[in-house]
């Protein structure tokens, strides 16, 4: 149990059985088997008392407006890094953590950790559990699968080089169990991601990261999606209203300006509205264009974004976020489908090693059923309005490409 007293310098008057956002503590707190009470006398300050088995309580006193000013110690934490490193998943009682603020709760995360080296499961262990990750250490992919069942941990992290065992193929094991569930799952290896790009790119996990960069800090970056590795990441989100595409892209975008990346949205005028007004201000930093210019065929899209991202990145753009929209042809050979079904399959090989994150929209309102199967065996990421997960559906690319030109003859000549 975890008894913690939070002191601040605020105005006072907080009453914890108003409003949403003292209740809500209140009742996460008690939902663990845990209490919070709350002393708020006007003009006062705050005294937030806690006991709970896995939940944290730290304090912003009004006077820190800086996000990256570290909070004194007598939070009696003994934190010591500023709090844009904590990379915890907060929730802040009336506001936003940028503002004055009373109480801060940080929900834990958890890892099932899947490597043979016991020394460096033990090493990478008391790293992430310094950060406030709990881990669970395994060496095989059977003990895997059968503890993520048990566990059903906010992510995976598996080595590359398992002894008798691809990490690759245990990543492919991990998603075809996941059908229904989704899980995130993480490559890891001592060598660079440049190393894998290739196998990186087609196999459904959301990125890679090495042993020397691994953190606490990296990991919940991949969980809360701000973090896409150092290749192409290739995401679908099969959706069915506005409302969905923009709830979807919005946060996906956003974090990627927070990170200092380049956008590039390619949708037809209503999606591009919709999105223009969902972003505000933040749409000015975003560019536009017009799907059924960019998209007249697979080989101009294709020198569309390979001149585009070379442009981009030759000024030192650190990487690149791209919403699109394939436009499918309406009555038309069914060469030319099977052509963009095509492209969606290969576009993760061609751009492997591109610093680029695609999320390739699919409205069911307009799309056969057809091709909204082949965008889930085309897209190693689905997206969601509840973020992103290894897709269960995917197909290795080869053998989708195969079974098309069984499909389409034709086609064997563009491999």
């Not at 020394?119 to 709990?134: K, M, N, Q, V, Y």
């Not at 250490?137 to 008798?164: F, K, M, Q, Y």
């Amino acid at each position: 149990m975890l008894n913690v007293c939070v002191r601040d310098d605020g105005l006072g008057g907080a009453d914890p059985n108003r409003g949403s956002g003292l209740l809500g503590l209140k009742d996460r707190a008690e939902a663990i088997g845990g209490s919070l009470s709350v002393e708020s006398a006007r003009g006062g300050g705050r005294r937030f008392t806690s006991s709970c088995r896995s939940m944290t309580f730290i304090t912003e006193p009004a006077t820190h407006r800086d996000r990256d000013a570290v909070p004194p110690a007598n939070n009696e934490l003994g934190v010591k890094k500023p709090v844009a490193e904590w990379g915890w998943n907060i929730l802040v009682a009336g506001t936003t953590l940028g503002d004055p603020c009373g109480i801060l709760c940080a929900v834990a995360a958890s890892c099932l950790f899947v490597d043979d080296s016991e020394a460096f499961l033990d090493a990478a262990s008391r790293l992430l559990e310094r950060g406030g990750i709990t881990v669970t250490a395994v060496s095989t992919a059977a003990e895997a699968l059968a503890r993520l069942e048990e566990l059903e941990p906010d992510i995976t992290i598996v080595d590359v080089d398992l002894d008798g065992e691809s990490g690759f193929d245990v990543a492919w094991s991990i998603a075809r169990a996941s059908a229904g569930r989704p899980r995130r799952v993480i490559l890891n290896s001592t060598h660079s991601e440049s190393d894998y790009a290739e196998l990186v790119a087609v196999t459904p996990v959301l990125g890679f990261i090495s042993k020397s960069d691994l953190s606490a800090a990296a990991v919940r970056d991949f969980i809360d999606d701000r973090r896409h590795g150092h290749g192409c990441r290739h995401e679908a989100l099969v959706y069915s209203s506005t409302d969905e595409l923009v709830e979807a892209s919005v946060p996906f975008l956003r974090k990627g300006l927070a990170a200092g990346e380049d956008l590039l949205v390619v949708l037809r005028e209503h999606g591009v509205s919709a999105l223009r007004a969902a972003l505000g201000d933040d749409a000015a930093r975003v560019e536009f264009r017009d799907s059924v210019d960019w998209y007249r065929s697979p080989e101009s899209s294709v020198a569309s974004y390979t001149r585009y991202l070379d442009e981009h990145l030759g000024r030192g753009v650190p990487r690149l976020r791209v919403v699109a929209e394939v436009i499918w042809p309406q009555r038309s050979a069914a060469s030319e489908v099977a052509g963009w079904k095509y492209y969606e399959a290969k576009i993760s090989m061609a751009m492997a090693s591109v610093p680029v994150s695609f999320m390739c929209t699919y409205d069911t309102r307009e799309l056969p059923a057809e091709i909204v199967r082949a965008a889930r065996q085309t897209h190693p990421v689905l997206r969601t309005v509840e973020g992103t997960w290894p897709n269960a559906s995917y197909c290795e690319p080869e053998a989708f490409v195969r079974s098309l030109e069984r499909e389409v003859p034709e086609l064997a000549s563009r491999s």
